[in-house]
């Protein structure tokens, strides 16, 4: 009852431990239900199918990228409107546009295109900035309060997201590796598959030992299939 394990997919060694461990669970065989290898290798088994079904990453990305393009969209209208505001000198306030486009200038007419963390420290400068009381009746002159109520509700979003993001991120990581809890759930697999092998021709072994090999070979054949470029079960 031979298979290198080492060349079954991630898919079918997770498949493989685990119709081990249910055929060996059946009932019909007392005698290893209580065995240490094969709580050992259900411990095993379970750390890796967790690993191993988890992502890389928290997935969160896309979401953090579209707060990301979401407070982009906020700060680029503000600054349009106040760059052109500021040249039509015949109307009202727009010294205000002047003064209000010189603290983006402060801070960066282009920090949208920075990285986040980049971004997030400016704009929180920016926000801050507006928010003092000159600041604020010269957006109130020009109706920009809304607006920038709107940047200060996208940049929090956008906040959150990330945060959300990084704490994932951190979880994900704590995990053991895949590779480090494959070796382990590979290591467990050839011990108990030894024992199994090394019993067989003891009375109350012999079944058990023909039954699991029936599913030894089914791994064999997956891995033959895998490597053919197919797609087995």
Known sequence: MKVNL?????????????RLINSSKTGNYKIIEN????LALETSYNR??????????????????????????????????????????????YQDAEVLYGVFRTFGLS????????E?????????ELEKPENTQRLTNLALATAFDDLKTKHQAFEVIFAEQAEANADLRQLSSATSTRKE?????RSYLNLITAMKDVPDWTKLYHDL???????KNSALLTNKGDNPN
């Open 6 to 18: 080492s060349k079954l997919s991630t898919k079918n060694l997770a498949t493989l431990a685990q």
């Open 120 to 128: 997030t420290a400016q704009l929180k400068k920016l926000i801050e």
């Open 35 to 38: 065995h240490p290898l094969l």
């Open 213 to 219: 090999n029936e599913i030894v070979k089914a791994a």
């Open 185 to 189: 759930l590979e290591q467990v697999l």
């Open 48 to 93: 890796y199918d967790t690993v191993y079904t988890k992502q890389t990453y928290s997935g969160k990305g896309k979401h953090v990228a579209e707060a990301d393009k979401e407070r982009d969209v906020a700060f680029s209208n503000m600054k349009a409107f106040l760059n052109g505001y500021r040249k039509l000198t015949s109307v009202a306030n």
């Open 111 to 118: 920090l949208d295109l920075m990285s986040y963390s980049a």
